[in-house]
């Protein structure tokens, strides 16, 4: 048990700072999270455009084409080094439509 109580307290660690990161790209507007993944409205484009782009460099995240939510993305908490390569691709990407 306390390697699983590790590991739930490196996922809060992570998605604290996975949600800070994400609230700083101008074109997504994260939700509060208390699961192990952040849910994000896209803003002034569509969110399948980001998961495309987004996969194009080679990080994965999740785009729901259900209605009410075709506007949004879901990204998984994953170790620090994954967090760092979504930002830094977000970043490149965010220059395309804002």
Known sequence: LPKLQRNVRR???ERQRLQQELAD???????PSRSN??????LN?????V???LAKKGVLIRHN??????????ISVGKPEQTTA?????????GNND
């Open 86 to 94: 979504l930002i830094e691709a977000l970043h490149k990407i965010g």
């Open 65 to 74: 084409q259900k209605t009410g939510l075709n506007d949004h993305i879901r």
């Open 11 to 13: 996922i809060i660690v």
């Open 45 to 49: 484009r569509p969110a399948l455009e």
């Open 25 to 31: 790209i101008p074109f997504l507007s994260p939700y």
């Open 37 to 42: 993944f952040v849910l994000c409205k896209v």
């Open 51 to 53: 998961k495309n782009e």
